[in-house]
């Protein structure tokens, strides 16, 4: 481990991660100097120094200095909490794997915040990181996405081919499979792949004339939608590691960053159906322009530092301190959505 200065406090993280450099870029932004608001986050994490050592933690903790919230770490599993002094509650999901129960008693300390009248952010009541969840929400809904079918031994793939054959709640393209017709699934399925294949997906094909595949990711903070990044690839499945850094695709990813998602509000009631405040949305556009929804990811990592970042600086062409301004808006959003709803309180 090595130690890293942020806003004159000494951080810990994995060696190869944050580096000095885009330090520096981050420290451009100061802590405000009066106190606006006083939030309790609800996580697993125990203390600030592990909370701190997953990127979202620091993204987060980086947004509620400059905008001069104070904070207090809360796992409600193992403590008990005076309520009465804070202004807002943001819940977590991070680690929350790692404490049995945990969601649970956040249903339970949310009852008593909301009793009390004091706002939540990010309620985890109900909260499932499954596609699948999303799936069910956004079909209920009537928004536009991909037909499913949990996989079962006794049960055969009602859907039409091709198909797509994943593992529920996985994410970045890993244990995801094309199958073009019935013997092909078969084929793939009789692997011994793990964690199972349990998920069936309608393949829709949304390649564009131009031969490329492309999915957009924007990040919705409450009602505002933050453009991301379009990736563009020559392969059905579009993700950071095969997306093509052409002019092409540094020219659109310019683009949707300048201009916004053009339906704001669309994604914006994605991620309201999912009952989520912070959330990353991936979505395809059909040649006619219509959009489909893949998955949200309430656990998304923007990863400064490492290999996803310099994939990500490879695929859009940014610089060190585009990327970093990028990721400081997220954190940004996350402290002015507390303010908000605390306003409002």
């Given at each position: 481990m090595r130690g890293i200065v942020v806003d004159g406090e000494e951080s810990s993280v994995a060696a190869g991660g944050r580096t000095p450099r885009l330090m520096r870029f981050i420290a451009r932004y100061p802590r405000a100097s009066a106190t606006t608001a006083r939030v309790v986050i609800v996580t697993a994490y125990d203390s600030q120094e592990r909370f701190q050592q997953s990127h979202m933690g620091s993204v987060l903790i980086w947004g509620l200095k400059r905008k001069g919230l104070d904070w207090v770490l809360h796992n409600p599993v193992k403590q008990h909490l005076d309520t009465r002094s804070f202004d807002a509650a943001l819940f977590w999901p991070y680690g929350f794997r790692e404490t049995p129960g945990f969601l649970s008693s956040c249903a339970r300390f949310e009852r008593r915040l909301r009793d009390s009248g004091i706002p939540v952010i990010n309620s985890l009541t109900g909260c499932d990181l499954r596609h699948t969840w999303c799936l069910r929400l956004w079909t209920r809904s009537g928004l536009p996405c991909a037909r499913y079918q949990r996989l079962s031994p006794d049960e055969d793939l009602r859907l039409e081919y091709p198909v797509i054959l994943r593992t529920d709640g996985i994410h970045r393209g890993m244990n995801m499979f094309y199958a073009e017709d019935r013997e092909e699934a078969r084929r793939i399925l009789q692997r011994n792949i793990a964690p199972p294949l349990d998920l069936g997906l309608e393949f829709i094909n949304t390649k564009g004339p131009d031969g490329y595949y492309r999915k957009w990711r924007s990040h919705v903070i409450g009602d505002r939608?933050?453009?991301?990044?379009?990736?563009?690839?020559?392969?059905?499945?579009?993700?950071?590691?095969?997306?093509?850094?052409?002019?092409?695709?540094?020219?659109?990813d310019r683009k949707f960053v300048l201009e916004g998602e053009p339906h704001a509000g669309l994604v914006a009631l994605a991620a309201r159906v999912l009952n989520s405040d912070i959330i990353a949305l991936d979505y395809s556009k059909r040649e006619d322009g219509s959009y489909v929804f893949w998955e949200g990811n309430r656990n998304f990592d923007l990863s400064v530092g490492g290999e996803m970042w310099a994939q990500f600086l490879r695929s859009t062409g940014r610089s060190d301190a585009e990327c970093v301004e990028s990721v400081r808006a997220i954190g940004d959003s996350i402290a002015e959505l507390i303010l908000e709803r605390a306003d409002h309180r």
């Open positions: 939608v933050i453009p991301r990044q379009v990736q563009l690839t020559k392969n059905w499945k579009v993700n950071l590691h095969a997306a093509v850094d052409s002019e092409q695709a540094l020219e659109e």
